[in-house]
């Protein structure tokens, strides 16, 4: 089987900092499958590459190799990872976008070394890059560097349950067609409060007619609040942490 | 020989939403080669898409998978389809994208079923991506699902030959670069009249000087204008529906 | 061993024109694999081209075939290149893209000839690919044509010393971070004058506080300036051809 290595970063492409990072990974491992994620993410937007991440991370086969570098710390003392996790192996810098994988039961991390003659600016070439390579061609995480017992995990924000019921959440992500993404979780019935409208919550899409508002329990299980054929982001205002509140019903 | 799977979205990359149909691509199929056409296009640019796969479908070798999820009516009645049309196979929603393929001789489409569990906002993960993997393993469409005589076919406006020769007709595009693509198609000298300016036929790019309005035929057969080193669409506050008039000479 | 093409472009992906010469490479070569390097280069940034190429082209292995068409000179007299250098193939205008490539000891350049039939307007999918694919597929670039012994090349500005030891440059690109790199080179340490600022010379990002201006030797040896987590080329009102001065200490 051809070893399966995935990019995400938020370098954009125009610059050549990715080319040189897939040049660095078909130089150790030629007949690698390199599958670009994005490399459009906000530049530094840890928690947007820590979100998308938990999304793809375990639709890979085993044995793929996650490459994450949106890394705002690069050249700082952070460390850099590499994650063992239900199969599949991350490498990334310690700074949480590699979260999802490592509060999986049975991750393992180690901390990787920074080679002689890194650049201090780019790890995602001299770093993170070999690692990855190394990975795919069968090394184990163990092998490239120290056991690391306490990398940064960061969390979507749990939301609160009232004494009357209510659940209190907020607004986790809004993504390319304006959907906004919530941190709730519900399979019951019930309406959903947010920037003073109050909506039922829904099935799918053609539930609403176009342009109306609708909320649903999106494709990764969150409840999202979304407008057919519009962008609910921008009809209600909203960004990431606006509040919105479950309403169970029955 | 590798299955090559090629994928057209409106999702664009920084979700995480394409990641995860291409690990659902490579969990079926790990061997396979996974092109982006793109994941650009204008939410919910049907249209656009449509023209986007009239241009590329018959590029790629025979047994070519083409799975094109740009679907603003997912969660909908609509129905998901598969197309074996001149040795390749194309996976998308019955909304007119496909078209190309569905308008050439022989074309067979199939309705695909909704897997129990499929998120009802998700179908390019649960139900294209899934069909796309079985079709670039070796099954027919037939084994998909049951035939479908009447998908939407969506097609370029025919342009109009009035009683004095001259041709009435629209832009149906314009280009990254500006280029304003029409529906008219000719082989004769002429002079394309359009925001005011009349501008005669020419044969490519070097025939304008920089800065200057040049129609001529483009690379998929259809006449454009152009400015050189410059966009036409800007200059001539064109955009898609507007008026194009041809008048051919001798 | 699979042959590798990389592709970089100022043609986004929206249109389909990128997947049409993707198309042409799979259809003479199914076993390539395509590394998309980037669409995203303004349209007709020679220069742009130009600098990402010297990043990447030599970081592929040996037999990588690279395709670069930033081609505002299409459809005029401009050659078509192929050249061989440093054990890499590459493909593209004669417009200077290829400098990189080109300066290198020992490289040949050939005149590709247009093949009857060609669209004048689009000859990445109709003169490139096609000889891209016919290098990967193990021609030699005199296969392709005849040799072209004054190619055009393109090169970044030399700094100049002045007679008090300082030396002027000038800022060759921003990047995607903002980041705004220079074409000056330095091992010494010494104060970089840029827009009013003097900025010593540090070591990373991490040597500087969050929002404050830094000026580093960057990732392709070249002295850049950043803002540690924001825009230099903002903070600065910096573009390209912007005045630097390096005042070397000691």
């Not at 660095?24 to 599958?35: K, Q, R």
């Not at 490459?67 to 239900?86: H, I, K, N, W």
């Not at 070394?113 to 990975?135: K, N």
Request: glycine residues 12%.
């Amino acid at each position: 089987m051809r070893p399966i290595l995935t990019l995400l970063t938020d370098f954009g492409t125009a610059d050549g900092y990715v080319a040189e990072m897939k040049g660095v990974l078909l130089s150790h491992l030629s007949e690698a499958t390199i599958v670009d994620v994005s490399h459009d993410l906000a530049a530094g937007d840890v928690d947007g590459a820590r979100l998308a991440v938990a999304r793809y991370w375990r639709r890979f086969p085993p044995g793929t190799v996650h490459l994450v570098v949106v890394d705002p710390g690069v050249g700082t003392a952070r460390r850099a990872l590499a994650v063992s996790s239900e199969g599949r192996l991350l490498v990334g810098p310690d700074n949480g976008v590699l979260s999802p994988s490592l509060l999986a039961a049975g991750a393992r991390a180690v901390s990787l070394a920074v080679p002689a003659g890194a650049s201090p600016t780019f790890h995602g070439r001299d770093v993170f890059a070999p690692a990855a390579a190394r990975l795919a061609m069968g090394a184990a995480v163990d092998d490239l560097g120290d056991l690391c017992s306490d990398p940064e995990v960061r969390r979507t924000p749990e939301p609160r349950r009232r004494s009357d019921g209510t659940v209190e959440g907020q607004v986790i992500a809004v993504d390319r067609f304006g959907n906004v993404i919530t941190n709730l979780m519900t399979r019951r019935d019930g309406t959903l409060e947010v920037a003073g409208e109050r909506l039922p919550l829904r099935r799918t899409y053609g539930d609403a007619s176009t342009g109306e508002l609708v909320a649903l329990t999106g494709s990764s299980g969150l409840v999202e609040i979304a407008v057919r054929d519009g962008s609910a982001a921008e009809r209600l205002g909203l960004c990431r942490g606006a509040a919105v509140l479950l309403r169970p019903v029955g």
